[in-house]
């Protein structure tokens, strides 16, 4: 009986996950599976992957062929690395030690490059975060700038006959001291008052009165 390794969908309208099967290659799409040996969550981020190794590889080894999506979970899980070291091992290019050694150098690799991966894809998120704070920070700037502009402007518009009042009465401000100097020589004018006294004066010089005393003597 030729088997398959497949993906059988779950879940609800616009949330999907699979599970991962053994089937009949001439079952339908829905109907009974041989076995189930893990499931498939795309819609975390990274997607959620949980796989029965020891039996995928069984299958595997017995000849089960995987569709592309369960071959590349496979990949990622290492199944299809081991079934390769273990087909090393059945000619006599090594033995099942050098096998067991070369696969956990291959984990370790992998954990490696998905570590990097991660930091990379955390560094890429922080700098994008960053960009983003900028540019809400400009637009809000700008914003600003442009309310600041347009009080300014709302100010200047109702602001004119109040500077034309301040200017006049800094005018008329101006115009008090030059009246108040103008008029000091006409308040120092009772300097001439002397004249008038002396003119009052002049009739006390005409005192030829005392002439009847000499008339007297006579």
Do not use: C
Request: charged content about 40%.
């Amino acid at each position: 009986m030729a088997t398959k390794l497949r993906l059988q969908r779950r879940g609800r309208k616009n949330y999907a996950f699979y599970q991962i099967i053994v089937a009949d290659s001439r079952a339908p799409r829905d109907g009974k599976y041989i076995e189930r040996i893990g499931s498939y969550n795309p819609n975390t981020n990274p997607a959620t992957i949980t796989l029965d190794f020891d039996r995928a590889l069984y299958w595997l080894q017995v000849g089960a062929q995987p569709t592309d999506t369960v071959r590349n979970i496979l990949s990622s899980e290492g199944v299809l690395m081991k079934n390769h070291l273990l087909g090393g091992v059945q000619k006599g290019a090594f033995d099942e030690a050098e096998a067991e050694k070369r696969f956990e150098a291959w984990k370790n690799s992998k954990l490696q490059k998905a570590h990097s991966v991660k930091s990379k894809e955390e560094e890429a998120l922080r700098a994008a975060e960053k960009a983003q704070l900028e540019a809400e920070k400009e637009v809000n700037k700008a914003k600003a700038e442009a309310l600041a502009k347009k009080k300014a402007e709302e100010e200047a518009a109702n602001n004119p006959v109040v500077e034309e009042e301040e200017v006049v009465a800094e005018e008329v401000v101006a115009e008090e001291p030059a009246a108040e100097v103008a008029e000091e020589p006409k308040a120092e004018e009772p300097a001439e008052e002397p004249k008038v006294e002396e003119a009052v004066e002049e009739p006390k010089a005409e005192e030829p009165a005392e002439e009847p005393k000499a008339d007297d003597a006579e």
